[in-house]
């Protein structure tokens, strides 16, 4: 296994990936992999990590191996078609996915498989909201996910990753 540090304008991020593929993307304090391996594996990955914070890019082509069940992945895949700078909700989300395979979603274990995704930013689970606007739980923090929405949602301004969002952190 490889694993880089990332220092990303959200903090540090750990990137965890085989020779092919990437695995993980780790917030700091949970239970981040210290770097190890050939970081040159990872590097398709940190260059276009640092293409979306440059604001140049909207969607990764990364080569990911997403580790879930049936369910999981089905969840994660349509994160990954939720448009740069737009939301939705664990419900809408729900609704969608019930209405494309006829099957019934509830929303909460939704909830369950966005929580879990291990690749976030790339899939981007921050981009899911609850059903009032509100922001809900996020592995990276509450902090992260809004300047990620902020980020988004001004077409990748890089002033709104202002270095003050890290305030925030014990405001949360």
Not at 24 to 47: C, H, K, S, Y
Not at 126 to 152: C, N, Q, W
Request: one cysteine or more; glycine letters at 14%; hydrophobic letters at 40%.
């Amino acid at each position: 296994m490889n694993a880089v540090l990332y220092e990303s304008p959200i903090g540090p991020l750990t990137l965890v990936g085989t020779d092919t593929h990437l695995v993980a993307l780790q917030f700091p304090g949970r239970l981040a992999t210290p770097p190890q391996g050939d970081p040159v594996a990872l590097a398709p990955a940190v260059g276009q990590l640092d293409e979306y914070f440059a604001g140049e890019r909207r969607t990764f082509e990364l080569d990911v191996h997403l580790k879930g069940t049936e369910f999981q992945q089905r969840i994660w895949a349509a994160l990954r078609e939720i448009p740069y700078g737009e939301t939705t909700s664990y419900g809408a989300l729900a609704r969608g996915l019930a209405e494309e395979t006829g099957e019934s979603f509830d929303p909460r274990g939704v909830g369950g498989a966005v929580g879990s995704t291990p690749v976030p930013i790339i899939v981007p689970c921050h981009r899911v909201i609850g059903a009032d606007g509100s922001l809900t739980g996020y592995g990276g923090g509450l902090p992260r996910k809004r300047a990620l929405l902020a980020f988004e949602s001004t077409g990748g301004n890089t002033a709104a990753l202002d270095k003050d969002w890290g305030k925030q952190l014990t405001l949360a």
